[in-house]
């Protein structure tokens, strides 16, 4: 099967800063796909030039089979965005936003529709608002009602969590889960790596690189290592001084470390007495599986 | 294309009608400069404050001076006892110009010797100063005229008839009105500002809030953005040109004496033409504010200086009068004129109307090549 969105070699730079240097991965037809990186990593830039927003400056882009920019016009009509920020217009009201969206998009029948995706998004009770006085999930999820009107087959979504409540942001990703019923791909980009859990496909971004793409499973995979959980303190204290033996990966998490067991003497028993004797207290330990944010800081390590 | 177009301008119609007090302002700003301007841009002086000294105190000179009074252009505010004083009421204001009949005024004139009469003109504002010159001399002039009758038909019995008896007549505006003079260019000045600056704004602040994201991403080509955002902007401003005229009628008694369909067509190739420049400029701004200022400038100044409005054009020098052809508000000032106070057929502004439909697609052409170019909107 054809894939739903293949980059090669793609770069774009501002000035002297390169924000995209050499992006080449594939994206399968009918998943959530997540792209997961830090603020500035290249996220928003490289969504951006996959609706056709921005022009790479090298490199060759098919998105739904056709190239980019060359074809742009041909799927205008299949794509979806929902940039950061909200984007749609404040004075007007939601029924007025979606029918908006839905007429540029040349949709002449969309009150049925509409009538759906206000059902399904529980937006109803609020058809009649001005899209300015809703919260920010609300917006949200108008947003996302808006970008569905015209029944896009593939879906990019610019951090649409960032900002949005916890009991929302729970809300939006059943929403985005009943979606994959109706033949669409979403894409994605988070700087939550919880969240990234949640996505069929994940790429590793950082610094305008692409660490990995792989399945959450698959990206977990790559450290093999068992993972300690140290609650300590100070856990600064216990950074540095596993950091400096050198031996095995620390990462520091506020009030606690992990440590990934992964030199050729390391035990558990190592890394426990060396904390006692530089006078730190250990209240918690724990081992555990690693967590795509060991694999993510493990990878970002490997890649500096 | 056309319902692409007419689901931009729908919207943004509902968002124009929805913000109530912006709409206040659109609607209630003309009409008060309208009425502000008519009444302060007037070149018409009458009542001149006339001060008066007599020396000679004689038939003749009270007869001149009654002749002065008796025009509608001066008024005697000051009977003056010594000439020192003159000074200090021309210092104060108290008059702007002073009449000096010396002693022997009347004996000179029966001695038909040449009688000095001396004014003294407050020079400070030099156009009101002229003017009052020239009705000075018209005045003194009329007078020795009627004098110099008198005179030979009491001494021959004889009537004497002028060689030449001047009758001006003036066409159009027959009483002079400068207001009637400037409502075209007062109309076309708060037309050109406010729908410069209401369209440019319009597009930036989309720009600005991310809207314009949306229209990007769509199959909405940058033509039909363009016309989408003219077609609202041009109802509303046509709207204000029917107010502004009608209150010109109502407050200074412009009367269109053309025709109305003309009236409309010229106004609405003057709305294309200043709104495509404030689509161009909201694609070389990127903050309302920016586009807030160059949209005042570019709009307010050449028609104020360059559009023939207040300036005639003709008395300027050549390279300011090549200027003043990139002034869309040079051509509408003709259109107008003629339409309002001449009621001159279509033959006589339909260059105009060309010369507008040129300078909108001129405009229009450069702001699509810019949004492809380098993403401008």
Known sequence: MESAISLNNVKKTYGEVNALSGITFEVKKNIIFGLVGPDGAGKSTLIRILCGLLKPDEGVIRILGKEMPKDYNMIKDDIGYLSQKFSLYTDLTVDENIEFIAQIHGVKKFHERRDELLEFTRMKKYRKFLAGNLSGGMKQKLALACTLIYKPKLLFLDEPTTGVDPVSRREFWLILAGLLKEDITVFISTPYMEEAERFNEIALIENGKILAVDTPAGIKQKISNTVLEIVCTPARKAYEVISDSGDDEVQLFGDRVNVILEGKNSSEDRVVNLLKNNGVTIQDLRKSNPSLENAFIHLLKESA | MISRILSISKKEMREIIRDKRSLMIIFALPVFLLIMFGYAVTLDIDEIKLGVLDD??????????????????????????????????????????????????????????????????????????????????????????????????????????????????????????????????????????????????????????????????????????????????????????????????????????????????????????????????????????????????????????????????????????????????????????????????????????????????????????????????
């Open chain 2, 56 to 377: 000679d105190n004689s038939l003749l000179s009270r007869d001149f001076i009654s002749t002065l009074n008796s025009s509608e252009y001066f008024t005697i505010t000051q009977v003056i006892e010594r000439e020192s004083d003159i000074n200090s009421l021309l210092d104060r204001g108290n008059i702007q110009c002073a009449v000096v009949i010396p002693i022997g005024f009347e004996k000179q004139v029966e001695r038909k010797q040449k009688a000095p009469v001396q004014f003294l003109i407050d020079g400070m504002d030099a156009s009101t100063a002229s003017i009052i010159q020239s009705y000075v001399i018209a005045a003194s002039q009329s007078f020795s005229q009627n004098v110099t009758k008198d005179f030979v038909s009491s001494r021959t019995g004889m009537k004497m008839i002028e060689p030449i008896n001047i009758e001006p007549q003036f066409w159009y505006n027959k009483s002079l009105d400068t207001t009637q003079f400037f409502i075209p260019g007062l109309l076309a000045l708060m037309l050109i500002v406010i729908s410069v600056i209401l369209v440019s704004i319009s597009i930036v602040r989309e720009k600005e809030l991310g809207t314009i994201e949306q229209i990007r991403v769509s199959p909405v080509s940058s033509f039909e953005l363009i016309a989408g955002k003219i077609v609202p902007y041009l109802i509303v401003s046509l709207i204000i040109a029917a107010l502004m005229i009608f209150m010109g009628y109502l407050f200074f008694g412009v009367v269109v004496k053309g025709s109305y369909i003309h009236l409309f067509l010229g106004t609405a190739c003057y709305l294309l033409a200043t709104l495509s420049m404030g689509i161009f400029i909201s694609t070389i701004s990127d903050s309302q504010q920016v586009a807030f200022q160059i949209s005042q400038v570019v709009s307010q100044l050449p028609t104020l200086i360059l559009s023939g409005f207040i300036f005639p054009i003709e008395s300027m020098p050549v390279s300011i009068q090549i200027l003043s052809y990139i002034t869309p508000a040079r051509y509408y000032i003709v259109i107008l004129r003629d339409i309002l106070i001449k009621g001159t057929p279509f033959e006589t502004f339909s260059m105009q109307l060309i010369y507008l439909l040129i300078f909108a697609t001129a405009f229009i052409l450069i702001s699509i090549i810019r949004i492809k170019r380098s993403e401008a909107i």
